[in-house]
């Protein structure tokens, strides 16, 4: 029977209490929100709401067409080069999203013969694009500068290394200056993902590679979203313009795709042009999450000392992680909840947002829920330093 593989797939998935469902919700939920992405709580902003819809109703409901047809409006040159001069670059270009922009980046960057070096804690979309890409990948051990080293001191030709700036299973952050100086000993890129660190690390927010010196580096490339500090959707490459270019001319998934809906460009726009204005969101955001991590490891969770806005907190077991989340659900706390495979090391885990307009009150309430609902099993805390 055509597709009869599935059932057993399936039957495998529950056993293992790895199944995923869709849980859509209402525009007014009464939850507490620490499962998404929205670092900077600007996504129902109402400058970034605005933005979307006057960017709406100029250019219309979406794009049209991919970029390189009709697909790119001004708005969307505007928001590249704000984006550019914001984070430091000397260019960007815009996808429709961030796991786009990723494939874009690794493709483009890793032809024929190169070597692609790639950290064992990367996300999918740096894993994806490893796969995609025509060069030859090898893995190396979390964060481990050294493995780099060694791994391009085996190649002789192209190289790049390839990274999460912020990891987002546990929120550590890589060591992106030890990276930069190992690629540079052999000559190789340095491919960096700061999904998760543009709006909360550096200066005034402006993400993971200026708070380590790399921005505007000829040999540095930076992939960011739009998803989750900007409140928006869409994400960029950045970098030097000649590699801009080359992705112009060479990235299939800018090439063939539709370019970014105007509605998102403009809310991107508005939340950039608001963070300028609020710097302060970003140290905010931190401040929550290390209050977090510091009130929950106090507690007996065993949690992992955050360097951006995730804090990671461990379950036993995969069926106990996703217990765990539904009862928070139950007591008005929304949380995240990794099992594998989407984590490297198969541990399962409460993944918390620490977003950046949590009030002390709801810090107070998503600590209660989380020892009200933890599973009834010996933890102990694990601080990392």
């Known amino acids: 029977m055509a597709f009869g593989w599935i059932d057993e797939q399936a039957h495998t998935r529950r056993r293992a209490g790895l199944v995923r469902t869709l849980r859509p919700r209402p525009a007014d939920s009464p939850l507490l929100d620490l499962a998404s992405n929205d670092y900077l709580g600007l996504a129902r902003h109402p400058e970034i709401t605005e933005g979307a819809a006057e960017a709406a109703r100029t250019w219309g409901g979406g794009a049209t067409g991919s970029r390189l047809v009709t697909g790119t409006t001004e708005l969307h040159g505007e928001l590249e080069r704000e984006l550019a001069d914001f984070c430091g670059f000397e260019a960007a270009l815009v996808f429709s999203s961030g796991y786009a922009a990723n494939l874009a980046a690794v493709t483009a960057l890793a032809p024929h013969g190169s070597l692609i070096v790639s950290d064992a804690g990367n996300?999918?979309?740096?894993?994806?694009?490893?796969?995609?890409?025509?060069?030859?990948?090898?893995?190396?051990?979390?964060?481990?500068?050294?493995?780099?080293?060694?791994?391009?001191?085996?190649?002789?030709?192209?190289?790049?290394?390839?990274?999460?700036?912020?990891?987002?299973?546990?929120?550590?952050?890589?060591?992106?200056?030890?990276?930069?100086?190992?690629?540079?000993?052999?000559?190789?890129?340095?491919?960096?993902?700061?999904?998760?660190?543009?709006?909360?690390?550096?200066?005034?927010?402006?993400?993971?590679?200026?708070?380590?010196?790399?921005?505007?580096?000829?040999?540095?490339?930076?992939?960011?979203?739009?998803s989750k500090s900007l409140g928006s959707q869409g994400g960029a490459v950045l970098g030097p313009a000649r590699v801009i270019d080359h992705l112009i001319n060479a990235a299939r998934t800018f090439i063939f795709d539709t370019g970014l809906a105007p509605a998102a460009a403009g809310a991107a726009l508005a939340a950039l042009r608001l963070l300028r204005r609020e710097p302060e969101r970003a140290a905010r955001a931190r401040t929550v999450a290390k209050e977090l991590h510091t009130r929950l490891t106090a507690e007996g969770h065993e949690a992992v000392r955050p360097d951006a806005a995730v804090v990671s907190v461990r379950a036993?077991?995969?069926?106990?992680?996703?217990?765990?989340?539904?009862?928070?659900?139950?007591?008005?706390?929304?949380?995240?909840?990794f099992r594998p495979p989407s984590v490297p090391d198969g541990i399962s885990r409460l993944r918390l947002t620490a977003r950046a307009d949590l009030t002390d009150g709801q810090i107070d309430r998503a600590v209660r829920v989380i020892g009200e609902t933890r599973p009834y099993v010996g933890v102990t805390a694990v601080h990392r330093t």
């Open 316 to 337: 036993p077991s995969p069926e106990q992680a996703v217990r765990w989340a539904a009862d928070c659900r139950a007591a008005g706390l929304a949380v995240g909840c």
């Open 123 to 226: 996300h999918a979309w740096l894993i994806d694009g490893c796969r995609l890409a025509r060069g030859t990948t090898q893995v190396v051990a979390h964060a481990d500068p050294d493995a780099v080293r060694k791994a391009l001191g085996t190649h002789e030709g192209q190289a790049v290394a390839v990274s999460d700036t912020v990891f987002s299973v546990d929120g550590d952050a890589a060591p992106l200056a030890d990276l930069a100086e190992a690629c540079r000993q052999y000559g190789a890129g340095l491919v960096i993902d700061d999904a998760h660190g543009l709006g909360v690390l550096g200066d005034g927010g402006r993400g993971a590679p200026w708070a380590a010196g790399l921005a505007g580096a000829p040999d540095v490339v930076v992939t960011v979203t739009l």
